[in-house]
C-alpha cells in the first residue's frame, strides 16, 4: 500500500479524476500540487500529493494526526520547504524558492492556526494594522479603515480598541482571522481553527468561514468538523500516510468511501 504508486492508493479512483475537469479552465486555479515529497531528516511525511484547486472552491483536508495535514497547509504558504515535485500557489513557483517572493506570496495565502498568536499589548485594531502599516506601507489612517472593515467581517467592529485579554477564544480567532484577511489574500489556509475552543465558541468561527467562502474567497481547511466539511466544502480530501487517499465532493466520499482506511476513520467519528 504504501509503496510509490503514481496512480495514487488501490481503489480510488475518484483521486486520478480530479484534475481532469480542472484543465479545461486552467486559469482558475489557484494551487496546483503534484508528486509533492516533503521530508524531515529520514522522514518522509509527504509521500507524492498531488491535487489541484479552482478559485473559489473550499476544500477540506481531513485525517488523523500525523497524516501530513499541516506539513502540506505549511508548504503551500512556503513555510515549509519541499524535497520533491512541483507546488503553484496564487501564481508563485512555491517549488522553486530561488525565484520565490515570498513576501509576495505571503500577502496572497493567508494562514491561520489553532492558536491565534495575536500580540498581548497591542489593541485589536494594531494587531490588525501592525503589517498593513509595517509591511504593506499603508499610513495609520489607511490601515484604520481596512481594520473597521475586516472587523466587521468577522462581526467584531466593537472590539478594536479592546486587548487581546479581553476577548474570548472564539472572538481572538476571529480578530486571528480578520488580521489575516486585511491584507486581501486571494487563498485562505485555515489549520484546525476550532479545534481549541470551546464547543459553544466553535460556531461562531466557523460561520465567519461560511461567510467568507459564500463571498467567494478560495479557503483550504484542515478541520475535524465533519458536519461543517459535509455541508459546505466542494471537495473533501482524505490524507493517509503521507498522501491524499481519498479526494472529491463530500456526499460522494462520505456516503462511499473507497478505502478501508477512510471507512474506518469515519466510523471512528473523528
Ligand atoms: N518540524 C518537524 N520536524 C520533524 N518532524 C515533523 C515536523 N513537523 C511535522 N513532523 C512530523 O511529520 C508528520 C506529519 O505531521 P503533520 O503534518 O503535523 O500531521 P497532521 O497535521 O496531519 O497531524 C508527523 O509524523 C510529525 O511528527
Ligand atoms: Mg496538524
Redesign the pocket.
Known sequence: MLENNALGPPGSSRVSEQPQEIVNSPTELIVSVKNLVKR??A?Q??NGVSLEIKRGQLVAIV????????????CMNAL?SIEGGELQVCGHDVGSPSRLARRELRSDVGIVFQSYNLFPHLTVERNITLALTAVKKHSRAEAGVIASRVLALVGLQDKAASYPEQLSGGQSQRVAIARSLALSPQLMLF??VTSALDPELTGEVLKVMEDLSRQGMTMVL?THEMAFARRLADVVIF?HQ?RVWEMGPPEALFNHPQTAEFKQFISSGL
Open positions: 524531515f531528516g522522514l511525511v509527504l485525517g488523523r494526526s500525523g497524516s501530513g495535514k499541516s506539513t502540506l497547509l505549511r515549509e489549520d484546525e484542515v490524507m503521507g
